[in-house]
């Protein structure tokens, strides 16, 4: 079985350009997350969806971020325009059943943005 | 609020060695998950265990065993006679609630284990 896919693995922009990360998750899964990993902490949840409706999106700073998931399948977060602080991993997770803290997170090898 | 804290920062041990991994978690709830993630360098963070607040047995898979102790609000992680293969970052996560599984996790602890 094929792994949460993400795309590109690694992004360098200047400050004020618009990038955008790509997340396939596990066939079958509806639920997708996206993380936000810091240098030297945990991940952090930016937003949630399930199937194509976003479900949870409190933590995403709304004024230059935003997410998609068109057909609730593939993912793309975008980020328009970087910052110097936005450069960190962006995680992409998925989980099978919606609800329910037993479920376990499958996690992508996530997106190094560094931003100039 | 919840929180997860994991004092060390990073271990460095010698192959062979065994290693604990410390985690203190707060919550008020009753009912929550902990969990444990191994990141190596490639990035991806790969499933180890999880645990309920209601299972306090302690639980062995080959040279990895946890120790859950309410009584302490501790989750700690052993690896016994630990490879080169071990050297990751380890996260220490807990979700809450019978609902939704929003992951709240520590800062991590490097360990690094050299031949």
């Known amino acids: 079985e094929a792994g949460v896919v993400q795309s590109p693995r690694y992004k360098i922009i200047e400050k004020k350009q618009p990038v955008a990360f790509w997340c396939n998750p596990i066939?079958?899964?509806?639920?997708l997350y996206w993380y936000l990993q810091n240098l030297g902490q945990g991940p952090e949840l930016l937003i949630r969806?399930?199937?194509?409706?976003?479900?949870?999106d409190s933590q995403l700073p709304k004024d230059r971020f935003s997410a998609e998931r068109l057909k609730g399948v593939d993912s793309t977060l975008k980020i328009q325009p970087a910052e110097l602080g936005d450069s960190a991993v962006y995680l992409c997770?998925?989980?099978?059943?919606?609800?329910?803290?037993?479920?376990?997170?499958?996690f992508g090898p996530g997106t190094r943005l560094t931003v100039l | 609020a919840q929180k997860v804290t994991q004092a060390q920062t990073e271990i460095s041990v010698v192959e062979k060695e065994d290693v604990t991994l410390d985690c203190v978690y707060e919550?008020?709830?009753?009912?929550?998950?902990l969990f444990w993630y191994k990141q190596p360098p490639s990035g991806e963070l790969v499933f180890l265990i999880r645990?309920?607040?209601?299972?306090?047995q302690n639980e062995i898979s080959g040279r990895y065993s946890w120790n859950f102790q309410k009584s302490t609000s501790s989750f700690n992680f052993t690896i016994t006679a630990s490879q080169v293969v071990d050297s990751a970052v380890y996260f220490c996560?807990?979700?809450?609630?019978?609902?939704?599984?929003?992951?709240?996790f520590g800062t991590g602890t490097r360990l690094l284990v050299s031949p």
């Open positions: 969806y399930e199937n194509e409706e976003a479900v949870d």
């Open positions: 645990r309920n607040s209601f299972d306090e």
């Open positions: 997770a998925s989980s099978s059943i919606a609800g329910g803290p037993s479920n376990e997170q499958f």
């Open positions: 066939s079958g899964h509806n639920t």
């Open positions: 919550t008020r709830d009753t009912t929550y998950y």
């Open positions: 996560a807990l979700s809450v609630g019978t609902g939704f599984q929003k992951l709240v």
